[in-house]
Structure formats: C-alpha cells, structure tokens
C-alpha cells in the first residue's frame, strides 16, 4: 500500500493539478507537512481509490484510529460509512463526534473478536443524545404523556418506539428506557 495524494492549488489563478505518492511508512501526518493541504487522500491497493478523505481532521483521526491497533478495512468501513453519514446528517465535523481513536479501535477490536455485533457496535449509545431524543418525543406527545402521569404506564412503550423510530433504530434500549423512565417520572 501507498498513499496518494491530490490537490489543486486554488490560490493561483491558474487552475494547478499536483499528483504524488508516498511509500506505505509515510502517516497521513507526512502528507499533511508534505504541503498537501485542500486534498484528496487515498489509501491505495491493488484496486482502485478506495479511502478518499476530504480533509485531514479525519484521515488523522484514522491514522490514529489504526495507530491503536485498529483493522484497516474496518476502521475504513466505519470512517467512511456510519461516522461519516453521522457527520453529514448532524453537521458536525471529526472533532464534534463523541468518539475518539482509542474508542474506536477498541469497538472494532470487539466487533473483530465476537465479543459485540455490528448491530450493537452501531447503537447510539451517547445519553445526552439519546436524552435529546427523548425530549423531543415526549414535547411532541403531551396527550399521551398526560396519560401516562395519569396512571396509564403501558404507553411507555409508544414512547421508546418514537424514540426508536426517531432514532432509526440505533439507539441503546437499556439506556433509552432507563432515560426514558426518569424522564417519564419526572415532576413538570
């Protein structure tokens, strides 16, 4: 594997194109002083590009990411998909999300060793996230939150299906009901 590295120089008024490789032992760090600002980075195999960074917050978060022991395919496959889509659908760059490379590793180090599925690895797992999801589920409802101070408890199931339908499905289940049933309990 080598790295690869394309950027174009927009500062000039000259559209410029700049190709280069770099062994395998070059880190992304190395590119990042081998003035390669405003790029592309792939890593590169056998086949085509198949790891496109669009800036180098996140390809040194995976360069740290497989600096702690990571699997390169997995840590790419989680870069590149659910952090990524995460990152897209909240707005928020690499250094917003609430994972860091050493939680990362560790998660692909469970998921590779069969100690969690991807299913579970995929959970929202983040209370203040999922507490916010539950507080737009229960503003949205007042008539059933009514109900259930009135002694109708069974709907705390429709609530942790909002938050679940809110959610897509990832959140945690045990920390969503247990958020769940203090929020429900609460004094307004």
Excluded at 33 to 51: E, F, H, I, M, Q
Aim: hydrophobic share 40%; charged share 20%; proline share 4%.
């Amino acid at each position: 594997m080598a790295y690869a590295c394309k950027w174009v120089n927009t500062s000039s008024t000259i559209l410029e194109m700049h190709e280069f490789l770099l062994p395998a032992s070059s880190s992304v760090t190395s590119l990042k002083s081998a003035s390669c600002t405003n790029s592309d980075v792939w890593l590169l195999n056998s086949r085509p590009p198949k790891l496109t960074f669009n800036n180098f917050l996140v390809a040194e978060f995976f360069d740290a990411t497989i600096a702690k022991g990571a699997d390169v395919k997995l840590a790419t496959n989680w870069i590149m998909g659910d952090i990524a889509a995460y990152m897209k659908n909240e707005k928020v760059s690499i250094n917003d999300i609430k994972l860091n490379p050493q939680e990362l590793a560790e998660l692909i180090a469970s998921i590779k060793g069969g100690t969690i599925s991807v299913k579970i690895g995929k959970e929202i797992v983040d209370p203040a996230h999922i507490e916010k999801m539950v507080d737009k589920v229960l503003s949205e409802n007042p008539k059933q939150l009514e109900q259930y101070r009135a002694g109708k408890t069974k709907i705390q199931g429709f609530f942790a299906g909002q938050v679940m339908k809110l959610s897509k499905g990832k959140a945690n289940p045990g920390l969503l009901n247990k958020i769940l049933q203090q929020k429900l309990n609460a004094t307004s």
